[in-house]
C-alpha cells in the first residue's frame, strides 16, 4: 500500500508560477513510476506529466509542455511539479498518482492516487 499527499496548491495570476508537491510513503516509492493528473470542473481527469522511477525519463501533455516540469527525489519519497506561465485553463484539481508499469500515461495504469489539491489560476 502506498499513500500520497499533495500539498503546494493555491491561487495564482495569470503567468505566475507554483510548485506542487507530492509525499509518499508506504512501500518503496522508487518501484514506482509517478505522475500527475488534473481535473477541472465538469470534465474528466485527465494526464499532466509522468516520470519513471529512476527520473531518467519525463514525459508530458502538450498543452503543458515547455511550461510544466516533473522532478522526484527517491531519497525523500517525493516528486514535484514546477508549473511556470500558468494559464486560466490550468486551473484544476490536481492529482498524485503512482503505478507499478514502466510508464504512467492513463488513469487506467494508475495503482494509488492522492487525495488531490487544487489549482486556480485568476485572468
Known amino acids: 500500500q502506498v499513500q500520497l499527499v499533495e500539498s503546494g496548491g493555491g491561487w495564482v495570476q495569470a503567468g505566475g508560477s507554483l510548485r506542487l508537491s507530492c509525499a509518499a510513503s508506504g512501500r518503496t516509492f522508487s518501484s514506482y513510476a509517478m505522475g500527475w493528473f488534473r481535473q477541472a470542473p465538469g470534465k474528466e481527469r485527465e494526464f499532466v506529466a509522468a516520470?519513471?522511477?529512476?527520473?531518467?525519463?519525463?514525459y508530458y501533455a502538450d498543452s503543458v509542455k515547455g511550461r510544466f516540469t516533473i522532478s522526484r527525489d527517491n531519497a525523500k519519497n517525493t516528486v514535484y511539479l514546477q508549473m511556470n506561465s500558468l494559464k486560466p485553463e490550468d486551473t484544476a484539481v490536481y492529482y498524485c498518482?503512482?503505478?507499478?508499469?514502466?510508464?504512467?500515461?492513463?488513469?487506467?495504469?494508475?495503482?494509488?492516487w492522492g487525495k488531490g489539491t487544487l489549482v486556480t489560476v485568476s485572468s
Open positions: 498518482a503512482a503505478t507499478e508499469a514502466i510508464i504512467l500515461r492513463t488513469t487506467r495504469q494508475v495503482n494509488y
Open positions: 516520470i519513471t522511477r529512476s527520473g531518467a525519463g519525463t
